[in-house]
């Protein structure tokens, strides 16, 4: 009897060893050294010019579409509006706070709908207008709700700016300009690319 039980708590022991073995070699971060990039092809991958490190969305700032300046002291500038694969219109751009000291984004500028007020501040309020086809777009949004824009920005410093995307469903391709508007300041026109 005492043979047996020195027996199956032997084997008891070895089976948990071998397991915790198997686990460690299954969540193993290559510290042996070996080629954890074994069938990977060696280049680098390219890098996407519209995310920085972060992987936030950043425009491009070699052009200007248009410079929206509100009464509040913040400052839209407008870098790019492209359609992108699968019928979506991103736009981004630049916001700086021009007033002269901190201020808070207006609450304006998340919309009012209570499912994206939610998430925060956000840019959810922003439309595109199409005047050639009668046509609002509203801010895309999640499965879950949130606004497919830039989120989170509270205040800024005077001086200050921030990045910010939105995006849209993209207008007819017949369609090569549209009005931005961003809620409490003035409508501007700005080309599709």
């Given at each position: ?144 709700g949130n606004p497919l824009t830039t989120t989170g920005i509270i205040g800024m410093d005077d001086g200050a700016t921030e990045d910010f995307f939105a995006q849209f469903p993209a207008p ?22």
């Open positions: 009897m005492r043979h047996g039980t020195k027996a199956r708590r032997a084997a008891g022991c070895v089976l948990a060893a071998v397991a915790l073995t198997v686990s460690l070699t299954a969540c193993g971060g290559g510290d042996d050294g070996g080629n954890d990039d074994a069938g990977k092809s060696s280049s680098a991958p390219a890098k996407d010019n519209s995310k920085d490190d972060g992987g936030n969305t950043v425009p491009e700032t070699s052009q200007t579409l248009a410079t929206i300046n509100g009464s509040n002291g913040f400052q839209f500038t407008i870098h790019t509006a492209a359609r992108d694969e699968g019928g979506f219109l991103t736009v981004t751009g630049t916001i700086k706070n021009t007033s002269g000291g901190r201020e808070s984004l207006p609450s304006a500028w998340s919309g009012d709908e209570s499912q994206v007020r939610r998430t925060g501040k956000s840019l959810a309020g922003v439309t595109l207008v199409d005047k050639a086809d009668k046509k609002r777009y509203y801010v895309l949004r999640d499965t879950e007819p391709d017949s369609t090569s300009q549209v009005d931005i508007q961003v809620p409490l300041m003035p409508t501007a026109t700005i080309e599709i690319s």
